[in-house]
């Protein structure tokens, strides 16, 4: 399953993500900051989704309530919870 998720409160401005099954094949951010956000979507790429989400939910960048690895997470939850609507 492919999705493309708008994120906000952070400075990417989209994340795209590639699931087959429960395991993540690959993601990348539109805009932010590029080197941080290839190491994200190293790290992720061939892990579990629900590892990721509780390895990366609630992470905050600097004073805002949110951050990219937060938004992918926000991401990942939409895909689980478009995957068993549509199951």
Do not use: W
Request: charged letters at 30%.
């Amino acid at each position: 399953m492919k999705i493309s998720y708008k994120t906000k409160g952070v400075c990417s401005r989209f994340i795209n993500i590639d699931v087959e099954g429960d395991i993540i094949r690959n993601v990348e951010f539109i805009g932010g900051c590029d080197g941080n956000l290839q190491g994200i979507c190293a790290l992720v790429k061939g892990k579990k989704i629900k590892d990721v989400i509780d390895l990366l939910e609630g992470i905050r960048c600097g004073a805002r309530d949110t951050s990219c690895p937060d938004q992918l997470v926000k991401a990942l939850k939409q895909a689980i919870h478009q995957e068993t609507r549509e199951i």
